[in-house]
C-alpha cells in the first residue's frame, strides 16, 4: 500500500564505511529524487531522476552515486562516509510530463543515517 | 538561484489560538507549494498554489499567494495539536526539484 517506500529507517555506521539506502515508488511516476535534511530541517535537493536519466546533481560530493535500475526505484551508495553525512535522507517521487507546472511529490518516511 | 525564506522558525501556541506562518521567495514563484512534517515522518503535502491572488482551503488551513508571486502565507484557525510539526514551502524548480525554505516548528499546547 505504501506509495514511497525507503530502507532502511534508521542506520548507524562508522565512519569511512560504504552504505546504501534503497527506495521504491509503486505511483507509476516518471520522476524520483533524493533530498537530504540536515540538523537544522532544512530541506534540500540532491538528484532528480526522470526515467533512468539523471536530470540533477546538485553540488553533492562524488562519494554519493545515486542508481536507478528502473524508473520505480532510485537507491543512493554514499562510500567513505564521513561525520557531516549525518542527516536524515529523503526520497519522493512525482509524475511530471514536460511543460505541466504541478509537480507535487509524495515523500518517503526517511531514513535517518547516523555517522559516528 | 531562488532562495525561500520562512517566517517565524519557531511558534508555540495555545490551542484554539488562530497562527500564520510566511514563506517569501527571492524570485517570482511560478508554484509555491506547503508540506508538514511529522517527527520522524516523511513530508504530508498539504497545498499548492499557482496564480497571483489565488487562496485555497482545506479544513482549517488556508493557504494564499500574494498577486505579485513572491510571497505566501499558511493560516491555520483554531489550532490543535495534531497541527503541530514542521511546515514547508517549497517553490518548483525549471527540472521539477523543489527548493524548500528553512521551514517553522509548530507546537500547539494543549
Known amino acids: 500500500d505504501t506509495a514511497v517506500s525507503q530502507t532502511p529507517k534508521y542506520l548507524v555506521t562508522q565512519m569511512g564505511n560504504d552504505k546504501s539506502i534503497k527506495c521504491e515508488q509503486n505511483l507509476g511516476h516518471d520522476t524520483m529524487y533524493w533530498y537530504k535534511q540536515d540538523s537544522k530541517k532544512f530541506l534540500k535537493i540532491m538528484f532528480s531522476y526522470n526515467n533512468k536519466e539523471l536530470i540533477i546533481n546538485e553540488t553533492v560530493p562524488n562519494r554519493f552515486s545515486p542508481k536507478s535500475p528502473d524508473k520505480a526505484h532510485l537507491n543512493l551508495h554514499i562510500n567513505s562516509l564521513e561525520l557531516g553525512d549525518s542527516a536524515v535522507y529523503f526520497c519522493?517521487?512525482?509524475?511530471?510530463?514536460?511543460?505541466?507546472?504541478?509537480?507535487?511529490?509524495?515523500f518517503g518516511p526517511g531514513t535517518r543515517l547516523t555517522v559516528t | 538561484s531562488q532562495e525561500l525564506e520562512q517566517s517565524p522558525q519557531s511558534l508555540i501556541v495555545q490551542e484554539g489560538k488562530n497562527l500564520t506562518i510566511n514563506c517569501t521567495s527571492s524570485k517570482t514563484l511560478y508554484g509555491l507549494y506547503w508540506y508538514k512534517q511529522k517527527y520522524g515522518e516523511g513530508l504530508i503535502f498539504l497545498m499548492m498554489l499557482q496564480k497571483g491572488g489565488e487562496e485555497k482551503s482545506h479544513e482549517k488551513i488556508t493557504a494564499k499567494l500574494d498577486e505579485k508571486k513572491q510571497q505566501s502565507s499558511l493560516h491555520i484557525t483554531a489550532s490543535q495539536p495534531s497541527h503541530a510539526g514542521i511546515y514547508l514551502c517549497?517553490?518548483?524548480?525549471?527540472?521539477?526539484?523543489?527548493?524548500f525554505g528553512s521551514g517553522t516548528q509548530l507546537t500547539v499546547l494543549p
Open positions: 519522493a517521487s512525482s509524475q511530471n510530463g514536460w511543460g505541466q507546472s504541478s509537480y507535487e511529490q509524495y
Open positions: 517549497g517553490a518548483a524548480g525549471s527540472a521539477r526539484q523543489l527548493t
